[in-house]
């Protein structure tokens, strides 16, 4: 039967599976339906998991015939998901209670959304990533609509579910292809079958479909177009959740596969995955330019990011892998951090997140304002916060294997996203409101998120190497 | 002429295709739907074959959780499906244009 290695191997998705249990009998012990008790208990389990998981660093391995692997790059990540699913869930309440939604449909769903990205790491076999993916997807289908008094999240949802089907295809198709040519869905098996650098055509298509179905997940153009509508449909704490985790899950897998697996094809898919790096981080940022709803800039700003980490993928190799993890951990932190802060400022009531909420907010709401401005040169890549080190230590990986025009694109995007970035902090500081806008409410769980986020960009931001170092141990 | 290997993995393909243009141009959502599924399945085939070819059973165990994974994922579209009835009274795919750009 199943050694210990293999139960010690997923114990941090087996406790997560057990608390999404606990919580929904929790939930229907309640017959009004406003159970407090779920959000505790959500949170000792995200960060019961989180500490299991750090527990397991150096102690983990491969578990269930290689299906699974806990190696110490897991362990980084599944304790980064654990920090997101713990922040989401302290900054959900406040808004789930002011927009009606249920707490205790919302919980469970966020935990299974956990773990499926938790599989998706840890998986070292296409059809266990699939799982993973699948199970996440299906869960953020049903968070995503969750506001059904509002019809832009229904639609949001639908058009996520839509795309997201149709992108799974296109990645299961790659896996069926992969499967004809080398007769292996594990990584290892493809990279001992797949070694030739002109591989033969329908191991070309199996990559290209895979290719495909990957830049829809962490929504690199041209398959973008649906992130931005679903970020500003959805709840927003579900927004913040999804514009990192599912991020840094899949570019965990993206290194997995086409980072390790593949790595003796790269000549067939460096040079589309190249041009779709510059594609997406230019997009991302022109579009983001003209925005006026602030979830709709984030949601063009993720897309630009997820293009600065694809130039990771280009790079290749374990520095250019410990850059684009550490990129991962600091776009974590600081999106997150953004996205409560866009929760937070919603001045005129409507439910509309437009930029001019923010006109002024900076002298009236001093920590507010603080944070947001730590947030937003993290994100624009200013010293000396985590952001800066990201892209730093990320695009001289790539110009050491001679990625130059790549990382100049690159760079002369990251400046011009500096534009959108710090027009907020000018709203913030230097403009008037027009008009009478309501104060931002006091909350002591978004309080503790902002200071605990920018805390963590800043320390990160001082001592770079260290977190380097640490991630370039935990690399496969 | 017999039947080969190259034979299923064609008409996957075609399945495939005719899924996936059905997804980009059918107007109706419930279409789009049974569209994605095609998709699906024109994987299973592909999936089963190659298992049969090679004689190896791990292609035709994954053919199981791709159709229960399909289904989950119809289940919740189907009911995010009644969501939109209820918010527009309409299936068109143009009801979905409230957010742009």
């Known amino acids: 039967m199943y050694s210990s290695t293999d139960i010690i191997g997923i114990l941090p998705e087996f406790l997560l599976v057990i608390t999404a249990i606990l919580v929904l009998i929790l939930d229907l012990l309640d017959k009004r339906g406003e159970t407090a008790g779920v959000v505790p208990l959500s949170l000792v389990g995200f960060i019961g998991a989180g500490i299991v998981s750090a527990f397991l660093w150096d102690r983990g391995g491969y578990a269930f015939y290689d299906m699974v692997v806990a190696d110490n790059f897991t362990t980084v990540f599944r304790v980064l998901l654990c920090f997101i699913g713990a922040i989401t869930v302290l900054v959900s309440p406040a808004y789930l209670r002011y927009r009606d939604i249920r707490l205790g449909e919302y919980h469970p769903l966020l935990i299974i959304a956990v773990f499926g990205m938790m599989v998706m790491v840890s998986a070292a076999d296409l059809l266990l990533f699939f799982l993973g993916v699948e199970t996440l997807s299906i869960a953020l289908y049903v968070l995503a609509c969750l506001d059904r008094r509002d019809s832009r999240s229904t639609e949001a949802a639908l058009k996520y579910l839509i795309l997201g089907a149709f ?10 292809l992969l499967y004809a040519v080398t007769g292996f869905t594990s990584y290892a098996g493809i990279m001992e079958n797949l070694r030739e650098t002109t591989p033969d055509p329908l191991a070309v298509a199996g990559i290209g479909f895979l290719l495909i ?5 962490v929504a690199a153009v041209p398959f973008h177009f649906w992130s931005p509508d679903v970020y500003q449909g959805a709840p927003t704490p579900i927004t913040a959740f999804m514009s990192v985790g599912p991020k840094a899950a899949a570019f965990v897998a993206l290194i997995r596969v086409f980072g390790i697996a593949l790595d003796g094809t790269a000549d067939v898919w460096m040079d589309a995955l190249a041009i779709v790096a510059a594609l997406t981080m230019t997009l991302g940022n022109v579009v983001a330019l003209r925005q006026q709803n602030i979830k709709r800039m984030l949601a063009y700003s993720s897309i630009a990011h997820a293009g600065y980490l694809l130039v990771g993928i280009v790079a290749g190799g374990q520095r250019a892998f410990a850059a684009l993890s550490f990129y991962l951990v600091a776009y974590a932190l600081m999106n997150l951090g953004a ?12 439910g509309d997140y437009q930029l001019e909420d923010y006109k002024g907010a900076g002298f009236a709401h001093p920590l507010l304002g603080a944070t947001m401005a730590i947030f937003m040169f993290s994100l624009a890549g200013i010293p000396p916060t985590a952001g800066f080190f990201g892209k730093l230590y990320l695009f001289s990986a790539a110009v050491e294997k001679g990625y130059v025009l790549l990382v100049v694109i690159a760079v002369l995007n990251s400046a011009l996203a500096a534009y959108y970035y710090l027009r907020i902090l000018g709203y913030m500081y230097m403009a008037r409101p027009e008009r009478e806008l309501k104060p931002v409410p006091r909350l002591g769980a978004y309080t503790f998120t902002l200071i605990l986020t920018s805390a963590i960009i800043l320390f990160i931001g001082a001592l770079p190497a260290g977190m380097l170092n640490l991630l370039f141990a935990a690399l496969p | ?17 005719i899924g996936a243009a059905g997804v980009l141009t059918r107007k109706n959502l419930i279409v789009i739907f049974m569209a994605l599924e095609l998709m699906m399945n024109a994987v299973n085939l592909s999936f089963v074959a190659v298992a049969r070819y090679m004689g190896d059973a791990a292609g035709q165990l994954i053919v199981f959780f791709v159709i229960c994974v399909a289904a989950a994922e119809v289940a919740v579209g189907l009911a995010i499906l009644i969501a939109l009835w209820r918010h527009k009274g309409s299936m068109h795919i143009d009801t979905l244009a409230a957010m742009k750009w």
């Open chain 1, 339 to 350: 996205f409560t802060v866009a929760m937070l400022v919603n001045r005129r009531g409507d």
């Open chain 2, 1 to 17: 002429m017999t039947i080969q290997l190259s034979h299923y993995l064609l008409l996957s393909a075609v399945l495939f295709s």
């Open chain 1, 167 to 176: 992108s799974t295809a296109f990645l299961l198709y790659g896996v069926a």
């Open chain 1, 213 to 217: 179905g990957f830049a829809f997940k």
